[in-house]
């Protein structure tokens, strides 16, 4: 989009001209973001720390269990119903204890299971107390591990939380560097081309400002108001690497006030 309006009249910002490292502060957007990055951190932890405790609660059960299964289990014969992999070799099977019927399933070692099809007989260990529980003799519970599939959930978890966290604070630790030590110059709008990013509607702003050499140098962002081409702008940039910049006033960070 392109405009007849006159060039505006760049003035040095004079809050800028306070020597760096500045004082800042974040904004609301800022605060957000950071709020929301902390929250994932806390959250993605959280998850898995629950994740793990519950395998080593599961872990002592089944340690418990087997040797209640040592001490008081009563041998019997099943019949194998199905194989299955579910996080692991999976046998499920029915046996009969004092008339009544019982279907169970069971983790196995994969040579055990790879041994065993649908109608194979299946010794199983169960408790006279309580013939629900029975686990097949030579796999007991305190066999079963899934510390892979624990380490693969934790790491899942908190690559993604971690990921979003990252994310959040892409957007507000470069303009925190560059509203801390930036240098401010004029610019120009080269060209503002209506757009989306992600869900947000707004405006692409291409501009170019000048370095203290007499080189010109390229920015671009995204602004939910549109400025016309030809607008002067204030230009914050990195005087070690001028390509990282942005439009002044920042989004996310403010100068703090004395």
Not at 41 to 64: I, K, P, T
Not at 124 to 152: F, I
């Amino acid at each position: 989009m392109s405009t007849d309006s006159p060039r505006q009249v760049w003035k040095f910002p004079p809050e800028l001209e306070q020597p760096v490292p500045r004082r800042i502060r974040f904004n609301g957007i800022g605060i957000a973001y950071c709020v929301i990055a902390a929250a994932c951190v806390v959250f993605g932890v959280g998850m898995a720390a629950r994740v793990v405790y519950d395998e080593l609660r599961r872990e002592a059960d089944n340690q418990s269990l087997t040797r209640r299964l040592a001490t008081e289990g009563h041998d019997t014969e099943a019949t194998v119903t199905r194989l299955a992999t579910r996080m692991g070799y999976v046998v499920d099977f029915e046996y009969t204890v004092d008339g009544r019927s019982f279907q169970r399933s069971a983790f196995v070692t994969s040579g055990h299971w790879q041994s065993l099809q649908a109608g194979s007989p299946l010794v199983v260990r169960y408790l006279p107390s309580d013939p629900s529980k029975a686990y097949p003799a030579t796999d007991p519970p305190s066999s079963q591990s899934h510390w892979s599939v624990v380490a693969g959930m934790v790491g899942m978890i908190l690559l993604f939380m971690f990921g979003f966290a990252a994310v959040l604070l892409s957007n507000l630790l470069p303009q925190r560097r560059l509203l801390v030590r930036g240098n401010p110059a004029q610019g120009t709008v080269t060209r503002c081309k209506e757009g989306n990013q992600g869900r947000s509607s707004g405006y692409f702003l291409e501009f170019d400002f000048s370095l203290p050499e007499g080189s010109r140098c390229q920015g671009k962002v995204f602004r939910g108001e549109p400025m016309a081409e030809g607008a002067t702008v204030t230009v914050i940039y990195d005087p070690n690497n001028p390509r990282r910049n942005a439009l002044y006033p920042l989004e996310t960070v403010r100068l703090a006030t004395a």
